[in-house]
């Protein structure tokens, strides 16, 4: 463990013997006085400082003080048994001294490791690994846990991981969970201070999976409402539209026929894609989500994309410069993510004022964006827009479940980029898509 003082009050209590000794023994010779200073010595600077005072000051008060003096002979036994009870004294003041900053630090780690574990934060398990491995100056610590078949990290930080409990000096928590630590021995005082540690690892864990299942229970909560009336308008839409076909009490000119079908055909398009937000985010969740990267240009995924966006999506106005690099990307993908990106920008649109798509090369990456000239969102609500089932400034029941955006984002992290608002100039919003760009290393 680090020493329980630091540094800087070891050094002021070898500089207050080196020097405080010789001054005092100018002064006096009497022994109480130089068991002050050995005490004073202790609780500046520890065990060793004191030490140094306690033989320092034997030797000093013998030289200059007992006689015969300027000899280190003692010519009595009551001045022998004097300085011998001394320098115990000394010993034993300072090792209380340096033991209960030991003690002292020890109480402030288990505080910290407490506080840790109840103040939470995005990752609780990984911080108080982290802060284990600080801690002892360790190469590794992992959490293993027995599964089916062997053992299973839960959590690591540091290097080498260790997969079994015999890779290292093993910590029990119950037969299930063992914290392994990987590096240095430890001494039996911080191998308590480490079971600690470990109780409090394990209670990390708990916490980790209980919000993880609270969190699941929101998504499902927030999807049924959702289902509830996103996917349940079109299949209305699409089943009136059928059953008025279908009707033998009511005849359908060619015109009226051709309408109706074409309501249904929407709203099964709008159903599909609802349907394939909502399978692709829950395998995005679930970390299931196939990716099969490769080099591809903008020039062939982006007019794909918006040709599925119909007739609106040939009003959009595409630059992209000639020397624009190949992304790498999975195009299934990029296509999702531009199909819901550029289909959110037409929603909020003015009439007459199409969005615009562009792209430019910057370092490493390729950026496309992809601007409105919409209401706008203000940047305090800018991380909402990408929560899932968030749904800003709705006009209309026709947006969705509030899915586009934040599958968008998780796609291209999934691929390796990113996907960020900015303030369109004038009013608006732009989406900027940043991929790598093709041969990049990764």
Request: avoid cysteine.
């Amino acid at each position: 463990m680090n020493p329980p003082l630091s540094r800087r009050r070891r050094v002021a209590g070898f500089a207050l013997a080196v020097l405080g000794l010789p001054l005092l023994t100018a002064v006096t010779g009497e022994i109480s006085l130089f068991l002050a200073a050995v005490v004073g010595v202790a609780l500046v600077g520890g065990l060793w400082p004191a030490l140094l005072a306690a033989v320092g000051g034997f030797l000093l008060l013998n030289y200059f003080h007992v006689a015969p003096l300027h000899t280190l002979a003692i010519a009595r036994g009551d001045s022998l048994l004097a300085l011998a009870a001394f320098v115990v004294v000394a010993v034993a003041v300072s090792w209380v001294v340096d033991l209960a900053a030991r003690r002292t630090a020890q109480a402030g780690t288990l505080a910290e490791v407490a506080g840790g574990v109840l103040r939470g934060g995005p990752d609780p398990l990984a911080g108080l690994l982290r802060q284990l491995r600080d801690t002892f100056a360790l190469d590794a610590v992992t959490l293993l846990e027995r599964v089916p078949g062997g053992w299973h990290p839960v959590a690591s930080v540091g290097s080498p991981a260790a997969a079994s409990p015999a890779d290292g000096d093993a910590f029990g928590v119950d037969d299930r969970l063992h914290l392994v630590l990987t590096g240095r021995p430890l001494g039996k005082s911080d191998r308590r201070i480490v079971g600690a540690f470990a109780a409090q690892a394990a209670v990390a864990l708990r916490q980790q999976r209980l919000t993880v299942a609270a969190e699941g229970d929101k998504v499902r909560t927030a999807l049924l409402a959702a289902v509830g009336h996103d996917l349940r308008t079109p299949l209305a839409s699409a089943k009136a539209a059928v059953a008025g076909l279908r009707s033998t009490e009511v005849s359908f000119d060619a015109e009226d026929e051709a309408e109706l079908l074409a309501t249904a055909d929407e709203s099964l398009d709008r159903l599909a894609g609802l349907v394939a937000n909502l399978l692709d985010m829950s395998r995005l969740q679930a970390g299931a989500l196939g990716v099969a990267l490769t080099d591809i240009g903008l020039e062939d995924v982006v007019p794909a994309a918006l040709d599925e966006l119909g007739p609106l999506g040939r009003e959009i106005t595409v630059w992209l410069p000639d020397d624009l690099p190949a992304v790498h990307a999975d195009p299934g993908l990029l296509d999702r993510v531009l199909v819901n990106v550029v289909g959110n920008a037409l929603r909020y649109s003015p009439s007459g004022r199409p969005p615009s798509v562009s792209g430019r090369a910057r370092d490493d990456l390729v950026e496309l964006l992809v601007v409105d000239h919409g209401p706008g969102i203000a940047p305090d609500k800018w991380d909402l827009i990408f929560q899932p089932f968030q749904r800003l400034g709705d006009r209309d029941n026709h947006t969705g479940v509030g899915l586009g955006l934040a599958l968008s984002r998780g796609l291209a992290e999934a691929m390796g980029g990113t996907l960020n608002p900015a303030a369109t100039p004038g009013g608006g919003l732009t989406m900027i898509l940043s991929l790598p760009a093709a041969g990049r290393s990764t």
